[in-house]
């Protein structure tokens, strides 16, 4: 099936020439997902002339043990006819083997990358993607300073990419920020969000700046209260040492959830260049007031999830699970209630939850409009009208609303209007990751997190977490959606959506 991006790109968008260097790459996220893309990318004649790809990692291996491992990951998490880019690529694939703290590693780096300029007589753009903990990064990024290899010399880039989680807290962050400062200019750096790749989170800005319909009524008037949704329906499985770590909040909220909530609720940019959208974005965040101690338990909830039966099959609780420290306070669900302050949205409350072992995975936006302002059609109990953003699974948009039933009656029902990609286009998403990609190679950081983005996510998660010292997450049994004391987060009669 051909890949929806094929259709997006012309002539004037094609990327340059260009090196791809996988830093990690012996690690999961290069076969199940960054080969996979580029393979797909490839597929669709997307990727660039003269490119190539260098793993760098401190196993023993050759270029053809590199290879057979990605041949590997691609079959199993490859898209059709993966297989057969990825055999037509691999002449330009190839693998360094060196730690990432020895600074002779970097210099045969540096001479490696001009051997394939060299043999394919261009002169090729880098990108480095840091595929490996945080903890790496530091070493990682003063050796790229030191060998030259972050320097952009005439009209040759030199970017990189760095994955989440982009620190722990407000303060680490700022910290792994001037890290990556001293090696590369902000321009070059791409902070990737694999959840802004998302075809339905891209369209959010389609959806309201394309259309006249939808804006008009985007606003504290006429939307009663706006649901983000990120769940999913197993546990923490063998990432409980890493979870522990993290939790939900720092895992989604701060980063996903957040993310999405900028694009709904941000002001109409003065063009889609990257930093013209992502102004209006922290603008948002602007919006949101760093939560003082004593109103984190009006405006939050955290929960952890307890042993129960899911489908038939009883499932271990959160202290159960491998890797879990026994007495953990660590939350597997939050919900938080957000106030925007601006004109737009103020009495708009915006409320984002996520969580594991919920009863179905799923994510979405659902636009909760207000109620008319007169029930003329008594006897009727009519739902809002929502409007809401499928992500993940089946993506797409519906709109609920209110329609006459056939017959003499005045008897209303609740019916839908769905637009699914696959059956609009002929043709499933692309992953996440194969646009990030090339949108990186391209120069277009428009979905990429900005630093002052970075920083201000985490002023409110950070004020929410040191909230949370003196109470410790509320039970609720493996297979619901979450602790009840989450309802009292909505107010007004509002309820969560069960989807």
């Not at 893309?37 to 597929?43: P, Q």
């Not at 004593?294 to 489908?311: H, L």
């Not at 696959?422 to 900005?450: H, V, W």
């Amino acid at each position: 099936m051909a890949n929806p991006l094929a259709a997006e790109l012309d002539n004037n968008r094609r990327a340059p020439p260009c090196s791809l260097v996988i830093f990690g790459a012996t690690g999961d996220l290069t076969k199940r997902k960054l080969m996979p893309s580029l393979a797909g990318l490839h597929s669709d004649g997307l990727l660039p002339t003269n490119f190539s790809v260098i793993g760098f990692a401190r196993r023993d291996k050759s270029d053809e043990d590199f290879r057979a491992d990605m041949r590997d990951g691609i079959e199993k998490h490859g898209r059709e006819g993966s297989q057969e880019s990825l055999r037509a690529m691999e002449p330009s694939i190839f693998y360094h083997r060196s730690t990432f703290e020895d600074p002779e590693g970097y210099e045969a780096l540096r001479q490696r990358l001009d051997q394939i300029d060299k043999a394919s007589n261009v002169r090729s753009n880098r990108i480095f993607y840091l595929a490996t903990p945080p903890s790496a990064y530091s070493g990682i990024l003063q050796n790229l300073k030191l060998s030259g290899l972050s320097e952009e010399v005439g009209d040759r880039f030199s970017r990189v990419i760095v994955e989440k989680p982009f620190g722990h807290d407000r303060k680490s962050a700022n910290a792994l920020n001037e890290q990556v400062a001293a090696s590369f200019d902000e321009d070059q750096v791409y902070r990737i969000d694999h959840y802004l790749g998302k075809e339905t989170v891209q369209n959010i800005l389609a959806m309201r700046f394309a259309n006249g319909i939808y804006e008009p009524l985007w606003n504290q008037q006429y939307i009663d209260h706006v649901q983000i949704t990120v769940a999913e329906s197993i546990g923490v499985g063998s990432r409980g040492s890493y979870f522990e770590e993290s939790g939900i909040t720092r895992d989604m909220i701060q980063n996903h959830l957040l993310q999405v909530l900028t694009l709904v609720a941000m002001e109409p940019p003065v063009s889609l260049a990257a930093n013209a959208v992502r102004d209006e974005k922290v603008k948002v965040l602007h919006g949101i007031r760093t939560f003082k101690p004593k109103e984190v338990p009006r405006n939050t909830v955290r929960g952890q999830y307890t042993r129960d039966y899911v489908g038939g099959e009883e499932v271990p609780g959160y202290l159960e699970e491998e890797g879990v420290s026994a007495d953990s306070m660590t939350e597997t669900y939050t919900a938080v209630r957000l106030q925007i302050n601006n004109w737009r949205w103020g009495k708009t409350p915006f409320l984002l939850r996520s969580g594991k072992r919920l009863p179905r995975r799923v994510s979405e936006v659902a636009i909760h409009f207000r109620r008319p302002p007169l029930h003329l059609f008594h006897g009727n109990e009519l739902s809002q009208n929502i409007l809401l953003l499928r992500i993940q699974p089946d993506e797409g948009v519906s709109l609920r609303f209110g329609s006459k039933v056939p017959g003499p009656n005045d008897d209303i029902r609740n019916v839908r209007m769905d637009f699914r990609y696959g059956s609009a286009f002929g043709q499933g998403s692309a992953d996440a990751y194969e646009r990030l990609l090339l949108d990186a190679m391209l120069g277009d950081s428009t979905l990429f997190a900005r630093r002052d983005e970075v920083d201000e996510a985490w002023r409110i998660v950070d004020s929410i977490l040191e909230g949370w010292h003196n109470y410790p997450p509320k039970p609720y049994g493996a297979g619901t959606w979450g602790p009840e004391a989450a309802d009292d987060l909505l107010r007004k009669g509002r309820v969560w959506r069960k989807p």
